[in-house]
């Protein structure tokens, strides 16, 4: 079967936010205070951050691979020694998943909150906000043929497939992970459903050396969950999730995933992969011209048995950034 009769039903158009929304919090890195507010923003700019400076200035960033450096801990846009923000994934995972595709987020530090260490509060309130539908057409970039990468025993990997998928595998030395998957295709309520309340972990004799390094400050057993070195899970409220660690790490692929500035068409697969094995497949995929084409829906209806195909277009500005 040709992959444009197994095409799901997808927006035909983009989407913003119908309202502005705030959040405040700490950053899970440096402990400080933020505030971080979505604004409604007009078709065709993207998710893009304006991160105001103590000075008052502001700076803009855009959520894109091409201005992200591949870092471990979290995903970071800007320069990490410079103006930057970090700790983007869990409110880019959201915003992917819900359907927004343009929107300005305004920060006053150089992290977003971490709330409650996943997506869950993000996806309440973009859906208390309510999204709009906006006249321009949603592009798509269209995995044509298997792309690729390694690092230290870690793999990943885009393929052809007809939706938004996610294939992910994780392989801990740890008997309270061990080795999870996750597989399954990308809507907004199965990630409300199976990955949004998945809170990032970390174990506790990794702890003295993050804070050593300047890392971990804000984090707690509010918004982590934490592995003693026993194995035994500290939270007192245990896991939202038998298997939480593989639904966070499918949480932060997400969320990495919406930094290729369109919408893709394609299975990402990984295996005991992170921050930067998401970040080294997502720009290995861009940098081939010929493993991938940028599509959108066509100007007619879709029909209601067999939905309409996607039709190949000229990749516009705000379309993949390469690398």
Not at 48 to 69: C, K, M
Not at 92 to 112: F, R, S
Request: proline fraction near 5%; glycine fraction near 8%; charge should be negative.
């Amino acid at each position: 079967m040709a992959w444009r009769e197994r095409l799901p039903i997808v927006l035909m158009y983009q989407q913003t936010i119908a309202a502005p929304v705030t959040f405040n919090g700490v950053g899970v890195h440096s402990g400080s205070p933020v505030c971080l507010t979505l604004q409604p923003a007009s078709a065709d700019t993207g998710v893009l951050f304006r991160r105001r400076l103590d000075d008052g200035s502001v700076r803009e960033i855009a959520a894109l691979s091409a201005n992200t450096p591949r870092m471990d801990l979290s995903t970071v846009i800007g320069d990490p020694s410079g103006v930057h923000v970090a700790t983007i994934e869990h409110l880019m995972a959201a915003l992917y998943a819900m359907g927004i595709d343009n929107v300005v987020v305004g920060v006053d530090g150089a992290e977003t909150p971490i709330m409650d260490g996943c997506s869950a509060a993000f996806v309440s309130a973009i859906e208390e906000a309510g999204v709009v539908s906006q006249p321009v057409k949603r592009r798509y970039i269209r995995v044509l043929k298997t792309v690729s990468v390694e690092m230290n025993g870690a793999r990943a990997e885009y393929r052809p497939h007809h939706t938004t998928r996610f294939e992910i595998a994780i392989d801990f030395d740890c008997a309270t992970i061990g080795q999870q998957t996750y597989a399954a295709d990308l809507t907004a309520e199965r990630f409300k459903r199976d990955l949004s309340r998945a809170r990032t972990f970390g174990f506790m004799k990794d702890v003295e050396r993050l804070w050593a390094n300047g890392y971990a400050l804000g984090s707690s057993l509010a918004n982590s969950v934490v592995i003693d070195v026993d194995g035994a899970i500290v939270n007192p409220d245990g896991l939202r999730y038998e298997d939480e660690f593989v639904r966070h790490k499918a949480l932060d692929a997400v969320g990495d995933q919406a930094l290729a500035g369109s919408r893709i068409l394609g299975c990402y697969a990984s295996y005991r992969g992170g921050h930067r094995l998401n970040a080294m497949a997502l720009s290995a995929l861009l940098a081939d011209r010929t493993a991938y084409e940028v599509v959108e829906l066509p100007s007619r209806r879709v029909d209601p048995v067999r939905h309409a195909p996607l039709v190949a277009v000229a990749a516009p500005a705000y379309g993949p950034q390469m690398l």
